[in-house]
């Protein structure tokens, strides 16, 4: 059984079909997803409001990754509703969704960067592909958005030359390239030093606050979730047990959230299929 601690996803409160929503306000209602046999995600609701970041959190294969990449347009659900703004994107063509995920940009695990690319081409891959513009301009956009990641002048080297950490905030520079509105991250802080962490955890805040991001950021990493976040969904075989605020879900007796929570090998969660 869920529970849900904030405003709920899937009924009133202008989350309804048709209400008039701010372009980066994100609604997720009973959205599945099937492969074979096997259900992944089975009904799930999420609201993220404008500017908000909300992470989500989970065991391995809980299907966070799979609601992201549904979100993203990057995968079909086979039922439910996506709303992007006042966009249904579930159902889209390829063209429809282009023009969505214009206002979105997307940081994958591990960076994803393209090997023999330089950095300034992955960062202007987008643009690239999307706008026509005078490499000059390009320059500028591509320089612009370096700095604000903290790594002005790496132009020229290419992935292989760069720290992981370094690697995740080039990511984040090409997700940003477009001035999107909307921001999904994928385990961004996985595989980094806690120092480092901490930086990509600073990135993700400085995008809500001075870029105004919506944001959805899909981690098991605790100390990031419970520092970033302004709400929090918990995935649990591919059914939302809990949302809410930091500190509701802290507070929550949900015996499965818990044991999440405190790490441990004791409780619900079967471990010893893990």
Same mark, same amino acid.
């Not at 990493?221 to 059914?239: C, F, L, Y």
């Given at each position: 059984?869920?529970?849900?601690?904030?405003?709920?996803?899937?009924?009133?409160?202008?989350?309804?079909?048709?209400?008039?929503?701010?372009?980066? &306000?994100?609604? %997720?209602?009973?959205?599945?997803?099937?492969?074979?046999?096997?259900?992944?995600?089975?009904?799930?609701?999420?609201?993220?409001?404008?500017?908000?970041?909300?992470?989500?959190?989970?065991?391995?294969? !809980?299907?966070?990754?799979?609601?992201?990449?549904?979100?993203?347009?990057? =995968?079909?659900?086979?039922?439910?509703?996506?709303?992007?703004?006042?966009?249904?994107?579930?159902?889209?063509?390829?063209?429809?969704?282009? &023009?969505?995920?214009?206002?979105?940009?997307?940081?994958?695990?591990?960076?994803?960067?393209?090997?023999?690319?330089? %950095?300034?081409?992955? *960062?202007?891959?987008?643009?690239?592909?999307?706008?026509?513009?005078?490499?000059?301009?390009?320059?500028?956009?591509?320089?612009?958005?370096?700095?604000?990641?903290?790594?002005?002048?790496?132009?020229?080297?290419?992935?292989?030359?760069?720290?992981?950490?370094?690697?995740?905030?080039?990511?984040?520079?090409?997700?940003?390239?477009?001035?999107?509105?909307?921001?999904?991250?994928?385990?961004?802080?996985?595989?980094?030093?806690?120092? *480092?962490?901490?930086?990509?955890?600073?990135?993700?805040?400085?995008?809500?606050?001075?870029?105004?991001?919506?944001?959805?950021?899909?981690? &098991?990493?605790?100390?990031?979730?419970?520092?970033? !976040?302004?709400?929090?969904?918990?995935?649990?075989?591919?059914?939302?047990?809990?949302?809410?605020?930091?500190?509701?879900?802290?507070? =929550?007796?949900? @015996?499965?959230?818990?044991?999440?929570?405190?790490?441990?090998?004791?409780? @619900?969660?079967?471990?010893? &299929?893990?």
């Amino acid at each position: 059984m869920s529970q849900t601690t904030t405003s709920q996803a899937a009924d009133g409160g202008g989350t309804q079909a048709g209400a008039d929503r701010g372009a980066s &306000h994100i609604v %997720v209602r009973d959205l599945r997803f099937r492969v074979e046999r096997k259900e992944i995600l089975k009904g799930v609701d999420l609201e993220a409001l404008p500017g908000e970041i909300l992470c989500v959190m989970g065991m391995s294969g !809980s299907g966070k990754t799979t609601l992201l990449h549904c979100i993203g347009g990057l =995968t079909s659900p086979t039922g439910g509703e996506i709303w992007i703004g006042n966009d249904q994107i579930v159902g889209m063509s390829e063209d429809e969704l282009n &023009h969505v995920r214009e206002r979105m940009g997307m940081v994958f695990q591990y960076a994803a960067l393209f090997d023999s690319l330089s %950095v300034f081409d992955n *960062v202007s891959f987008a643009l690239r592909r999307r706008r026509k513009m005078a490499l000059n301009d390009m320059k500028a956009i591509v320089h612009e958005k370096l700095a604000t990641v903290g790594l002005s002048g790496i132009e020229n080297l290419f992935p292989s030359q760069l720290s992981g950490g370094m690697a995740k905030r080039v990511g984040l520079a090409r997700a940003i390239a477009l001035t999107p509105e909307i921001l999904l991250y994928d385990e961004p802080t996985s595989g980094l030093d806690p120092v *480092v962490a901490s930086v990509v955890d600073e990135l993700i805040m400085r995008m809500r606050d001075e870029l105004g991001v919506t944001s959805i950021v899909v981690s &098991h990493n605790m100390s990031s979730v419970m520092r970033i !976040s302004d709400k929090i969904a918990m995935i649990h075989q591919g059914e939302v047990l809990i949302q809410g605020t930091p500190s509701e879900v802290q507070s =929550t007796t949900n @015996p499965i959230v818990r044991q999440f929570l405190e790490g441990s090998s004791s409780g @619900p969660i079967d471990v010893a &299929h893990l």
